[in-house]
């Protein structure tokens, strides 16, 4: 089945310590997304990439970075974790037809929790 | 700004039917969205209505729009246990290519 796949679907860091969380999927779609949802909350956008064109939010800390190195995979880096930084990361993608995205299909979330 | 507005909680007994409302702001919606959540996963599309559409229905499912008073709602018929999870309510602008707005979502609870 057409998915989209996330790992670890936990991740426990400590404060500082870099962490990567990767992304993969098997839909073939050109957008892929990444979003910071924390407890009781809506998902929040970070950034998105339209094939290998980056999308930064304006409110998306420097502390948060993407790389798509190809169609497939997508990961987030978290380069110096701080307790705020602790939720739920959720991949997602869609096409995307004349510069436009469609329905987007979420992975199962990696939990992130900083000690 | 834009916004979507959604109750937070709605409590229903097992059997009935449950109706999820959703407000937006914004005029230009073209695709307006329901997703499910159940807890600790990640978000399921359910289904979506577009902009020009009143009504869409989907076996136990049955999205009615009022573009009119910007007002969308998602109905789910004979209620299970397994429809328990929050249900986020997300709208997409005209001149949005690729930002949801998102309600923050109302938790289903079902009583036996």
């Known amino acids: 089945d057409a998915m989209v796949i996330q790992n670890p679907r936990y991740q426990v860091t400590q404060f500082g310590k870099p962490v990567t969380l990767s992304c993969s999927q098997t839909?073939?779609?050109?957008?892929m997304y990444w979003y910071q949802q924390k407890s009781s909350q809506a998902p929040k956008l970070l950034f998105h990439?339209?094939?290998?064109?980056?999308?930064n939010e304006a409110d998306t800390p420097d502390n948060f970075q993407s790389r798509r190195p190809n169609t497939s995979f997508c990961f987030l880096d978290i380069r110096s974790p701080g307790l705020g930084d602790a939720a739920m990361y959720l991949c997602a993608t869609s096409r995307a037809r004349d510069g436009r995205g469609y329905e987007q299909f979420f992975g199962p979330g990696t939990r992130l929790t900083v000690l | 700004g834009e916004d979507v507005e959604q109750s937070l909680f709605l409590s229903v007994r097992e059997g009935d039917s449950s109706v999820i409302n959703c407000t937006y702001t914004?005029?230009?919606?073209?695709?307006l969205y329901w997703y499910k959540q159940e807890p600790g996963a990640g978000l399921q599309l359910l289904t979506y209505i577009f902009s020009n559409m009143d009504m869409k229905q989907d076996q136990r499912l049955t999205v009615l729009l009022n573009k009119k008073d910007k007002h969308l709602s998602l109905r789910i018929a004979d209620t299970q246990t397994g429809d328990s999870a929050i249900y986020f309510c997300?709208?997409?602008?005209?001149?949005?290519?690729?930002?949801?707005?998102w309600g923050a979502g109302t938790k289903l609870i079902i009583k036996p």
């Open positions: 990439y339209y094939d290998k064109d980056f999308n």
């Open positions: 914004d005029s230009s919606s073209t695709y």
């Open positions: 839909l073939n779609h050109n957008v």
């Open positions: 997300a709208e997409r602008g005209v001149d949005s290519n690729y930002q949801l707005i």
